[in-house]
């Protein structure tokens, strides 16, 4: 019986013991890093987690908020979508109520009506834009946001935007991070 030898690419003999521990100290070693790579993961994650306070706000609490739901009188819902607050590596990103609406009213009567309204809860306009983006802003405390974009036309479409900034991202007023990532 004949036992052949394994060559090399340069006709070498090859010691297959030290092939195979080669193998298994790579394996060995990859699975070390994998593990490390792992481990620093969750410590990323927990510490990211850490950074936002104790709990992050999500889209079905800020629905509990009466200002969720309040809509000029006679508005029907077009459309909504809502986000969580949401702790990411590129950033902290606020919690988010968006409702689309339409209506018989004019512009002014629906700004005027949630001025009073949200005068009488609290909350302060921080900002008045009336060309091309026609809003309103208003803010209560360092966290909250509402604003309202109305566009007219035969029948009016306005846009209520509720949101809550992060907590690491408070300011006074909220404006900078309401809307965006922040962090």
Known sequence: MRVSTARGEDGQPIDIDLVLNRSRSNRQLIQSLRRRALAVGVFLFTLGVAACGDQLVTAKALEAHAEAHLYYPGSTVVSTSRSDERSA???????ELNTVLRTTGSSEEIYAWYSQQLGHRGWQVAEVVTVN?????????????????????????????????????ATTPPTSAAFAKCG
Do not use: H, K, M
Request: aromatic content about 12%.
């Open 89 to 95: 590596i590129t950033g902290q990103y606020p919690a």
């Open 133 to 169: 983006g026609n809003y309103q802003l208003y803010t209560r405390g360092d966290r909250d946001v509402f604003q309202i974009g109305v566009v007219s036309g035969v029948e009016t479409t306005y846009t209520l935007r509720l949101s809550v900034v992060p907590a690491p991202c």
